[in-house]
């Protein structure tokens, strides 16, 4: 009888694998971490085999390709197996101290979790945000070239998981680290809401005289087409050097390395669920280019940095605010539940230039009589609300909901929050939402402040054949 001993010996190298995947293994007199090359009717893989997700099926062997990506080779396509050595992985990348030189910039990054501070999780086969900011320097020596850094992990969350405690939290010590010296401060961030988050950044923080930039990446931290490392020497070079003391998010610009773009924290949005150059400005340009040459700046318009000027913290937020995104056939009942639970605001994602359907005037003519603030916005996402245009803009304006121009809907649902946050007096609330902070509204938006570009159109496609890479 295996004794205690040999079990766990046997569960290491044999580590997530069950039923015909277990089999094959113990049939070539394969383990976890056997650096091996397979002949399958499909052709030669060359690599280490990876532990099992334990949820995953068991048909099949999973392999690290020797050029860093991951395989799923079939058992029953394996003919033969050769072992050339055992390595196994650590995946944990041990904390570094940070060099520091008296001639560079002071920077605080402040982590909050994300897939720029992600590794693969083999129990499950997914992504966990388990590097500290440490663990950066680790992973990205090349950040000592740019800056001084000094990290703090505030949180180890996703981004979805980011909220009015965590907003708050942030802001506090983003402004510590500003009033305490730094010379800019990064925020490492999940992707999926860091607009989101860059938004209220902006409202919170305000009179920066240093740069606040975001950064995230699309890409988990040990895959060879990870955008994180070049990610965050742009974004560390930005708040040590630029010359932009707002709040802004620093990705990819173009799917290739060549360079990132700065966006402004109260235009840009998440637009692509994978490609790394997912952030877009909607309604305007990006504020700079930044790669390993510095920085250019595309727009002149900038807040420009001032060591000497005082920053003013805001740390306000009530999250009893909803976005209700209209869609065709949409019931009363949906703005009546929201009364009903204490909600203080809702902003609509509306149509066209701001509108939704009859059966919402009377819901929305109760909640404005319960006194909640209700704003429109256009779920196209470029352009402006118009609700002078047709009768049912008209109609909404005599209801009491208050046209936000051209302010994104994210946005517009974190300035409502802020603003109620800062006050109960809604004549106030609608002064501090319709007063711009950063650009959230704007006057015009410029000609190339629009640009979707439709594939199979003769004149797209020659473009993209000389600028794609």
């Not at 089999?23 to 383990?31: D, M, P, R, S, V």
């Not at 304006?397 to 302010?407: A, C, E, Q, S, T």
């Amino acid at each position: 009888m295996p004794t205690a001993m040999a079990k766990k010996k046997d569960e290491d190298e044999l580590k997530g694998y069950k039923g015909a995947g277990r089999k094959k293994l113990a049939e070539l007199g394969l383990k976890v971490w056997d650096d091996i090359v397979l002949e399958t009717s499909r052709g030669s893989f060359a690599g280490i085999i990876l532990p099992r997700s334990e949820n995953a099926d068991d048909l099949h062997l999973v392999l690290k390709l020797h050029n860093g990506y991951n395989v799923g080779v079939r058992v029953d396509a394996i003919d033969r197996a050769q072992v050339q050595a055992h390595k196994r992985a650590d995946y944990h990348i041990p904390e570094g101290t940070f060099p520091v030189d008296p001639a560079k910039p002071d920077v605080v990054l402040l982590g909050t979790g994300g897939t720029i501070a992600s590794r693969l999780d083999y129990r499950t086969g997914a992504v966990i945000p388990a590097f500290s900011p440490g663990e950066l320097y680790g992973a990205v020596p090349d950040l000592a070239d740019v800056c001084n850094l000094e990290t703090k992990k505030l949180f180890g969350i996703f981004s979805e998981n980011m909220g009015r405690e965590q907003w708050l939290s942030l802001a506090r010590e983003t402004a510590r680290a500003i009033e305490a010296g730094a010379d800019g401060v990064v925020i490492g961030h999940g992707t999926d809401t860091m607009h989101h988050t860059a938004a209220v950044m902006t409202f919170m923080l305000q009179n920066l005289p240093v740069p606040v930039v975001l950064v995230g990446s699309q890409r988990s931290s040990d895959r060879p087409s990870s955008d994180a490392a070049r990610n965050l020497i742009h974004a560390c070079w930005t708040a040590g050097h630029g010359p932009i003391a707002e709040v802004m998010v620093c990705m990819f610009g173009p799917t290739s390395d060549s360079y990132g773009l700065l966006h402004r924290g109260t235009r840009v949005r998440k637009m692509h669920s994978s490609y790394r150059s997912t952030f877009r400005t909607l309604g305007d340009t990006p504020l700079a280019m930044v790669d390993s040459e510095g920085i250019q700046l595309i727009r002149q318009d900038v807040r420009r940095r001032d060591p000497g000027r005082k920053l003013e913290l805001h740390d306000a937020f009530d999250d009893r605010v909803s976005i209700v995104y209209y869609y065709p056939n949409m019931r009363g009942d949906i703005i009546d539940s929201l009364v009903e639970h204490g909600y203080r605001g809702i902003v609509i994602a509306g149509t066209g230039l701001g509108h939704v359907n009859q059966p919402l005037y009377d819901p929305l003519r109760r909640a404005v009589a319960a006194g909640l603030a209700v704003y429109m916005t256009v779920q196209t996402l470029w352009g402006f609300v118009q609700m002078f245009v047709y009768d049912t803009g008209r109609d909404l304006l005599d209801i009491g909901v208050i046209p936000l121009g051209n302010m994104l809907p994210e946005v517009a649902y974190m300035k409502l929050g802020w603003a109620l946050g800062r006050s109960q007096d809604l004549e106030e609330v609608r002064r501090i939402m319709l007063t711009p902070v950063s650009d959230e509204t704007t006057e015009r938006e410029p000609p190339n402040g629009y640009i979707v570009l439709q594939g199979g159109i003769p004149e797209v496609d020659e473009f993209m054949g000389r600028h794609y890479k």
